[in-house]
């Protein structure tokens, strides 16, 4: 009897035990459900809010076209961007301002052969030049020819090494050269350190750019395409690009780079080392038409002169003649920069004022960059470990403006960096003095901007940046156009200023650092020799004649 009543007892406990957990599991799936419910109702309530990363409100007004880079991660739903294949694509709608408060998100469109966008192949040599017909013979991805020091390679660089934002601008480039450009980086620089690659399309009329360039770079990892409703020019481009960009370094690149293996990491490590360096690769030449690969020289710095005019110089700067230190490939600093290939801290450059809003040419913009860096508490160097080929050949981006607006721009940045040198330059430009004479430019704001940073005068960038450039003294008779009493005179007199010193040296070209120099019975250009002591075969006298010219005697 007491057997079966144990038997029994057993039987309920268990039953009870059932009971209790079946009533436990009910209630975790009715919790679920609940849950979900109240997260469908909260995400339909927001599902009405504009998107933020596909669409700025602030002025200018810009349009996102893909951002590949977060928007989906924002959203909370995973992408499988590294699981893609050649036959699927993620795009992005367009957006129109009219559909700013729809609802967005992105499209899988699959199956579709998307190796390059389609139509790409159609570019005319008439829009484009040579350039068009790279596409269907030369690979997006490519090694080129190793032109970096011996030197150079197998070098070790910092774990630590700041994040980047490269920022592209374009304004109607050959589809195939900005796609080479773009493979370029994502294939040499390092995943760790490229944070976000910045297209800011500069308001682009080309119909291959505004249809296919969207679908294509939609499934390009970390590549963010923006375009402008109207021109901005390079220098508000870039600007523009600056302000978008969350990395900790700026690298500004020209849309017809092609970078080296290993171009990166020895720019970052300068800026690393020091927040305050513009930094620039060395410069190498990609012939458009031929592909013939040409590496620059080393050393190789950018200079200007007189006219303000932007050159690159292969002869070694003062105090760089030891072979140690070409052999051991250290950067060295230059007075200016061309602004092709730019690395630079972020806060650094927001805080020198970013690109010159009011400065419309690009090759001006440069020199004004590169005073206002110098003089307000940074440097140029040119690291020459770092190598970044340019595709020459076919038209550029930009086209530089008229005669007139090119000397309002050079009487901008005479106005506001020269100080007393400025007349330097004026003597040398009459349609630039007399645009300042009739509505000199307000630089106002570049001026208070010296003071609050305490930037140093122009004297002290020409005695510590620039030592070499000689300072044309222009004493009263003494300087002028040379002409020949012979030969016609009528093919332009660009380059042939002629300045008489009281040293007796006659010296010529918009630098100043080539003479007149007779050493047989040739008369040749020369490098100066010391204006203290020149060289008796630069030594001139003159005298006048009753025509307004200068005679050699």
């Known amino acids: 009897m007491s057997l079966c009543i144990r038997a029994l007892f057993r039987r309920r406990t268990v039953c009870l035990w059932g ?24 995400t339909q309530g927001e599902s009405t809010a504009p998107v933020p990363p596909l669409r700025f409100a602030s002025p200018p007004e810009l349009e996102v076209m893909v951002d590949s880079r977060d928007a989906a991660s924002q959203r909370g739903v995973k992408v499988p961007l590294d699981s893609l294949q050649e036959d699927q694509l993620l795009s992005v709608p367009t957006l129109g301002a009219q559909h700013s408060t729809q609802k967005r998100s992105y499209k899988l469109l699959m199956p579709r052969a998307v190796k390059e966008p389609r139509g790409s192949a159609h570019v005319t040599h008439a829009q484009h030049g040579p350039q068009s017909a790279w596409r269907q013979s030369v690979p997006l991805r490519r090694s080129l020819p190793e032109s970096r020091a011996p030197g150079c390679l197998g070098g070790q660089y910092p774990q630590t090494l700041p994040s980047v934002s490269m920022v592209l601008c374009f304004r109607d480039p050959p589809l195939s050269s900005l796609l080479q450009t773009v493979h370029s980086v994502l294939h040499t620089a390092p995943p760790l350190l490229l944070q976000e690659v910045l297209l800011l399309d500069d308001h682009s009329h080309s119909g291959e750019l505004r249809r296919a360039l969207p679908q294509y770079v939609s499934h390009l990892r ?8 109207r021109p901005l020019g390079p220098g508000r481009c870039r600007s523009l690009g600056a302000s978008r960009a969350t990395g900790d370094v700026l690298v500004f690149m020209d849309p017809r780079s092609e970078p080296h293996t290993g171009w990166l990491e020895p720019l970052l490590e300068r800026v690393a080392q020091d927040r305050t360096l513009v930094v620039s690769p060395l410069l190498d ?10 590496a620059s020289p080393w050393p190789l710095r950018g ?19 030891s072979t140690m230190l070409l052999q051991l490939c250290v950067p060295f600093r230059s007075p200016a920069l061309g602004g092709e290939v730019l690395a630079v801290d972020r806060l650094f450059f927001n805080r020198l004022g970013a690109y010159d809003p009011g400065t419309v040419a690009w090759s001006l913009q440069q020199v004004e960059l590169s005073f206002r860096v110098w003089s307000c508490g940074g440097a140029l160097e040119v690291v020459p470990c770092s190598r970044v080929a340019l595709r020459r050949g076919h038209s550029a981006l930009y086209e530089e403006p008229d005669p007139e ?4 721009d050079r009487v901008r940045v005479a106005e506001a960096w020269m100080g ?14 007399s645009i300042r004479q009739v509505e000199a430019p307000n630089v106002t704001a570049w001026l208070q901007m010296q003071k609050t940073l305490g930037c140093k005068d122009f004297s002290w960038y020409l005695s510590s940046v620039s030592p070499d450039l000689h300072v044309p003294q222009d004493l009263p008779g003494l300087s002028g156009e040379v002409l020949h009493s012979i030969m016609s005179n009528q093919t332009g007199t660009h380059d042939r200023l002629l300045t008489h010193y009281s040293s007796g040296q006659m010296r010529w070209g918009p630098r100043a650092d080539l003479c007149l120099d007779l ?3 040739h008369l040749l250009l020369s490098p100066c020799g010391t204006q203290t002591a020149p060289p008796a075969s630069q030594h001139w006298s003159y005298r006048k004649v009753w025509r307004p010219s200068v005679q050699v005697d």
């Open 19 to 42: 009971l209790l957990l079946g009533f436990a599991a009910l209630s975790l799936t009715l919790t679920d459900l609940l849950n979900q419910s109240q997260y469908r109702d909260w």
């Open 222 to 229: 970390g590549v963010r395409l923006i375009r402008s409703p």
């Open 285 to 294: 030449v990609l012939d458009a038409q031929s592909r013939k690969y040409s």
């Open 303 to 321: 200079v200007w002169d007189w006219r303000l005019d932007f050159h690159w110089d292969p002869s070694s700067p003062p105090n760089c003649g």
């Open 405 to 408: 607006q090119l000397q309002q």
């Open 420 to 433: 007393p040198y400025k007349e330097v330059f004026y003597r040398r430009s009459t349609l630039a003095h």
């Open 519 to 521: 050493p047989s019975h």
